[in-house]
């Protein structure tokens, strides 16, 4: 299986599009930084994602901190929005908040992603894409993004490169 780790800020929503109205959503989302709707995705970015997925062959398994909710019926309503705003590859699963904490105390993305890799062994080839740069021993693996950007188009060749070669 080819998977995908996927952020989200600063990397489908940008500094540009952060500023846009929000998109209303129904009840309280549990998500700790948006309270009254959705951000607007940048849908450039969406379609630059769509094109490493497609081609690759790729699923999608949430590491952003969008992953981080309340409840099953949270995190469904967050897999339905991904797909409304064009995401066509399943998000099949989203990064454990467990794993040790490095020597400054702090639990790092790589270990997050690298907690998932351990009980999943069918992953035989991942990229991360992310605009952070905290993956350990897995940043071979990081397609780094920038806030301002998101994912731009001389991302899409490198992650399809990664994912099939």
Known sequence: MKVVFLDIDGV???DETIHMPLVPVDGDTGLPFRRLGYPQFDKQCVQRLNRITETAGAVI???????????????????RYLSQVGIVAPVVDRTPRVGPANEDGFKTRGMEIQAFLDVH????????????SDM??????????????????SHVGQAISMLTD
């Open 12 to 14: 489908l929503v940008t």
């Open 136 to 153: 350990d021993h897995l940043m071979p693996r990081l397609v780094l993004t920038y806030w301002d950007y998101g994912l731009e188009e």
């Open 121 to 132: 062994p069918e992953v035989d080839k991942f990229i991360i894409i992310d605009d952070d």
């Open 61 to 79: 398994v949430l590491s952003s901190t969008w992953r981080i909710l309340p409840s099953e019926e949270e995190w469904e309503r967050l897999k």
